[in-house]
């Protein structure tokens, strides 16, 4: 085996665009380097990363699990580079970062991972929580910098933030669902379904307020906390779920297929950042975090 990271870079963009043209207009590059690189990759490891349809790639089951590697194996990469800008040995101190529950599982935990393997000598404090409380704690100190959803950030005139990643509201669906097949999905044609309500994170709040716009009442057929119910729930047909496109996965833990269809057109995205106190003198545990989770990139699944 001997892929390069060059493929590995090439094979995430695909992934994360579901087009060779899209990746390619990414990265500026011709196409056919693109997929000439990943056919090289696909021979390396023996297996098929993609399946190909008229509309572009959908990620295979092998696919998924290496784009996990692939993207951990960048990011050391990027970790490693960083460390010549910086004497991590020497880097002492705290860290009090906050984070809410949806962001943990799907931002925080490998970002986290890297901080704490290069700068070992910083003492990282965490809480979990809901958002209002983690902006009360920044505001009164308690708190360095938290990692949250951007779009409903109360006090904005005393905290200051960094987006670190556009995430589109998709449409989940079980495999073979009739509105997979339509050619553009409306709001309309969705509030039509059952749907299943993720509560955590403010997303119930944040959906009802989207279909709210188009004067659409969503039909819940059930609320959970749990995302992999979610996608239980949604794999077995019993309703589908508008959620953001970070923490789509293509399977369900039973292994069941879950599509998903972009209404990017008619939602907003979700705006993942980092926020702390308006004015703070950063200390230079805190500069690095920053630092760190500016390279770090969540791969987006088509």
């Known amino acids: 085996m001997a892929f390069t990271l060059r493929q590995l870079q090439y094979f995430v963009a695909v992934a994360e665009q ?74 002492t101190g705290t860290l009090q970062l906050g984070v809410t529950s949806l962001v943990a599982g799907y931002v925080l935990s490998d970002l986290l991972a890297r901080y704490r393997r290069a ?55 079980p495999a073979g669902h009739a509105l997979a097949a339509l050619p553009s999905i409306t709001v309309e044609q969705i509030a039509e379904q059952p749907l299943i309500m993720l509560t955590t994170d403010e997303i119930e709040e944040a959906t009802r307020k989207l279909l709210a716009v188009f004067g659409a009442r969503p039909r819940v057929a059930f609320r959970t906390r749990s995302v992999e119910a979610v996608r239980s729930l949604v794999a077995t047909g019993a309703g589908v779920a508008i959620l ?24 907003p995205a979700i705006h993942v950042g980092l926020v702390w106190r308006r004015g703070l003198t950063l200390s230079q545990p805190l500069k690095n975090f920053i630092s760190l989770a500016q390279t770090q990139r969540a791969p987006r699944l088509r």
Do not use: C
Not at 80 to 89: E, H, K, L, T, W
Not at 244 to 267: C, H, K, N, Q
């Open 244 to 267: 953001p496109d970070m923490i789509y996965r293509p399977w369900s833990l039973e292994g069941d297929r879950i599509e998903t269809r972009d209404v990017s057109a008619s939602l």
């Open 18 to 91: 579901g087009t060779v043209s899209g990746a390619a207009h990414v990265l500026s590059i011709s196409q056919s380097s693109i997929t000439e690189a990943v056919k090289e990759l696909e021979r390396d490891l023996g297996v098929s990363l993609f399946e190909r349809h008229p509309r572009g790639l959908a990620i295979t089951q092998q696919g998924h699990q290496f784009l996990r590697h692939a993207t951990k194996i960048l990011a050391n990469v990027a970790e490693a580079r960083q460390v010549f800008d910086s004497d991590p040995g020497k880097t």
């Open 119 to 173: 700068f070992p000598g910083v003492e990282v404090g965490t809480v979990e929580d809901e958002s209002n409380y983690l902006e009360h704690l920044l505001v009164g100190g308690e708190l360095d910098v938290a990692v949250i959803l951007l779009n409903n950030l109360r006090d904005r005139q005393a905290l200051q933030f960094e987006t670190l990643d556009m995430s589109p509201f998709n449409l989940w669906l």
